[in-house]
């Protein structure tokens, strides 16, 4: 089993910055790629951005490219997301997710808890 543990949210006002972390403990050698999604009040669940551990090769969805960037700390086994120019429409529980698969699928094996991330205009 992998566990997942994300810090970092918070309240911010539009144009500030964040940064999220998620720690990964467990069976960690079996994960492959990790990454971020988020949940808005009354929304589905979106992919946000990722990260594959051979190569750190990252992807993100379109609304976050250029403001956000996801990295990685393999000695501390957890991986960030810096969050620049923040919206309010970024406004989300923001869930940490790992995968046993090379990249990271619609629907990863493990999650962590969310952490809230609230952005005032």
């Known amino acids: 089993q992998v566990q997942l543990v994300e810090s970092g949210g918070g309240l911010v006002q539009a144009g500030g910055s964040l940064r999220l972390s998620c720690a990964a403990s467990?069976?960690?050698?079996?994960?492959?790629?990790m990454g971020w999604f988020r949940q808005a009040p009354g929304k589905e669940r979106e992919f946000v951005a990722r990260i594959r551990r051979g190569d750190s090769s990252t992807h993100y969805t379109d609304s976050v490219k250029g403001r956000f960037t996801i990295s990685r700390d393999n000695a501390k086994n957890t991986v960030y997301l810096q969050m620049n120019s923040l919206k309010p429409e970024d406004t989300a529980i923001y869930y940490c997710a790992a995968s046993r698969q090379p990249i990271l699928p619609a629907r990863p094996e493990y999650w962590g808890q969310g952490t809230q991330v609230t952005v005032s205009s």
């Open positions: 467990g069976s960690i050698f079996s994960i492959n790629a």
